[in-house]
């Protein structure tokens, strides 16, 4: 399977934990995008990076939440000290950027529960 | 804050019938496309229409872009129980590089 993976597919936290979750793009792909997306809404745009720079960051992501995207392959995103509001699914989705008409392929996602 | 205002927000119609989703945007793009989501999966593109197109088909989907209007339809003809699922529309926002997506209208197909 060449499609975006994303790891774990299911988190579930106590308040005040810290986690990590992990993308793997396509692996052609230069751009990787991260949303999050609750119940009945949209995916929300929170951060994307073009190789391994992060070009763009949401208001969204507060100072609790941290992306990379080392080498340019891979991206983690973190959150410290998880919030009951946290609870989401975060997405992942990478492209190949060759011009401003580009398409997303997204990972299946994190359900991140907060307890 | 959200682009694109999708409506209606649920639409339920019989197998066969066809299904007309509505997007509408705020601020002018470079293009807008049209997505599938399945229960508890992530997001599959279904077609993108670049701001100078009017119309646009792919296979039993048809989007139309009223750039005028700030307005784009998506209709799936002939629908199938498989077709149930969220669909979103998003756009790529002139000058800049992310896709911003409206609230969805989840589509319900009764056999």
């Known amino acids: 399977d060449t499609g975006v993976s994303q790891d774990p597919r299911h988190k579930i936290t106590k308040r005040g934990q810290n986690v990590t979750f992990r993308c793997d793009p396509i692996?052609?792909?230069?751009?990787l995008y991260w949303y999050r997306q609750t119940l009945g809404q949209g995916p929300e745009f929170l951060t994307y990076f073009q190789n391994e720079a992060q070009l763009e960051k949401s208001r969204l992501l507060s100072d609790r939440f941290s992306a990379e995207r080392p080498k340019g392959s891979f991206s983690t995103l973190e959150i410290q000290r998880t919030e009951q509001g946290d609870s989401a699914m975060y997405l992942c989705a990478s492209s190949l950027a060759r011009s401003a008409n580009e398409k997303l392929f997204f990972g299946s996602g994190t359900q991140l529960s907060v307890l | 804050s959200q682009q694109g205002e999708e409506d209606p927000q649920a639409l339920s119609i019989q197998e066969g019938e066809n299904a007309t989703m509505n997007c509408s945007y705020k601020?002018?793009?470079?293009?807008l496309q049209w997505y599938r989501q399945n229960s508890g999966r992530g997001l599959v593109h279904l077609i993108l229409i670049r701001s100078n197109e009017r119309e646009k088909h792919s296979g039993r989907l048809r989007v139309t872009l009223d750039t005028s209007k700030k307005s784009s339809s998506l209709l799936i003809t002939a629908s199938r129980a498989a077709d149930t699922a969220s669909y979103f529309c998003?756009?790529?926002?002139?000058?800049?590089?992310?896709?911003?997506f409206g609230q969805g209208t989840r589509l319900t197909i009764n056999p």
């Open positions: 692996s052609e792909h230069n751009r």
């Open positions: 998003a756009t790529v926002i002139q000058g800049a590089q992310k896709l911003v």
């Open positions: 601020t002018s793009i470079n293009n």
